[in-house]
């Protein structure tokens, strides 16, 4: 079973349905039993920083995610993603999870770039895993990105920023984009992420 974190962050539904059009089960829940229960853990997220932060502490689930993020396949997708970062410019400052290391940051104001980025990207990839290619292109939606760090297997570039499409550390992954708008290609990224054996159950 997948578990889809609700942390009344948005885009869940779209999210389970993606799955379910795989003939993939998946449960939206905010309980920790069910999160460390599951097989797969998906975090996705729409929104802002510091609410999303706010929610996780509220509804207690700050510890589980960091927890499940480093010990089960993880997906994270949006602010899901950017939220497993250290720290965000948005809201004038917020910590995040620390889960992976860097910041996200707001895009500059650049003639001809509307913020935020809204459309389809093409990314350049080095994901071991081939869960992303070069060429591939996703649906973004944010006005915030994470820099490009060591855990950086793809990126994409906008507003003269090259930044962080997709980051990988073990059985994370996480994307700014959303596969679950992004036709075929995102369904390829999901039946990878679902297919894929963890790290204990490969050679």
């Not at 795989?22 to 829940?29: E, G, N, R, S, W």
């Not at 996480?174 to 790290?199: D, M, V, W, Y």
């Amino acid at each position: 079973m997948i578990a889809i974190v609700d942390y009344k962050a948005g885009n869940l539904t779209s999210v389970k349905l993606a799955f379910e059009a795989l003939d993939c089960p998946a449960l939206i829940t905010s309980s920790s039993d069910a999160i460390r229960a599951a097989e797969r853990v998906v975090f996705p997220g729409v929104g802002a920083a510091k609410s999303a932060m706010e929610n996780l502490r509220s509804m207690g689930l700050t510890e589980v995610v960091r927890e499940v993020a480093e010990t089960k396949p993880f997906l994270g997708i949006c602010l899901g993603m950017q939220i497993l970062f250290e720290h965000s410019e948005e809201d004038g400052g917020v910590d995040l999870l620390g889960v992976l290391r860097g910041k996200v940051i707001r895009f500059p104001d650049v003639p001809g770039c509307k913020v935020p980025e809204i459309g389809w990207n093409e990314i350049a990839a080095n994901d071991p895993r081939g869960f992303v290619r070069t060429h591939d292109e996703y649906y973004f939606v944010h006005s915030y990105y994470a820099e490009v760090t060591p855990c950086t297997v793809a990126t994409a570039g906008y507003a003269g920023v090259d930044f962080s499409a997709a980051v990988r550390r073990g059985d994370l992954f996480a994307c700014q984009f959303h596969p679950e708008k992004s036709g075929k290609t995102g369904l390829r990224l999901l039946r990878s992420f679902i297919n894929e054996p963890s790290s204990e159950g490969r050679p």
